[in-house]
């Protein structure tokens, strides 16, 4: 139950997606070396945190956003640690490659991630040995790692409605997320109050609330799972 749990965390915290033609994302010009942090919260208790790092580079002589995300938890002495690194197209934020070391008490991951044309190649370093798996790479597809970031680099109006392929490399598969622009609400954190555009998101027969800053760099400000009783709260950012 424990493993479970944990596990789970950290899959609803990366995970969305539906079919309906691509977005229309434009380069949001993120900041070379933008951070930012969050706390994690299970039922109001703190287990943990996620850290943020974006950063420009150039993948095939393509001009990318390298995104490194570190995510620590630990519940009743149960401690996960998971590290990904997701090269994105800074045109598009269309996925090119990433990398993930996922380590739990009971076992240790390796992921790599190709995303070519038509496909995703995903190779799976486990305890078992080595598994290379080909998938459809849909052409309104993300990668699960960025879906958060990708939503912040929309038009949140409230009444918009916004549907895509999310391409999950733990699942080796693709989900349906379907996102509502709700109207904007203020939410307190540790860095003070902000007033946000807030989304509802479904994804696989479960739902999340999302809170996004109103204003530039229109961060994150709060995830809210709403079957889990799992929280993110902005706690940092420079």
Known sequence: MKKVLVLSLLLVLFCSSLSSGQLLINNPNWRNGERF?????FRD???GSMNYLITDTLFDK???YKIKVITNVGFRGQNTSDSISLLVRQQNLKPLFSYRSLITPQM???FQVRYLS???NVRLDSPQGTKETDIDFPKDGYDNDEITLILRALNLRPGAKYKFQDVSSMS????AVEVDVLQPEKVKTPLGEYLCNKVKMKVAGKEAEIWYQKDKPNHMV???DLQSGTTMLL???K
């Open 118 to 120: 038509d496909k995703v």
């Open 108 to 110: 240790a991951l390796k």
């Open 62 to 64: 393509i001009k990318a």
């Open 222 to 224: 709060k995830y809210s």
């Open 172 to 175: 080796i598969t693709s989900y």
């Open 37 to 41: 942090s969050y706390e994690v919260r």
């Open 235 to 237: 706690k940092e950012f």
């Open 45 to 47: 208790t703190l287990i």
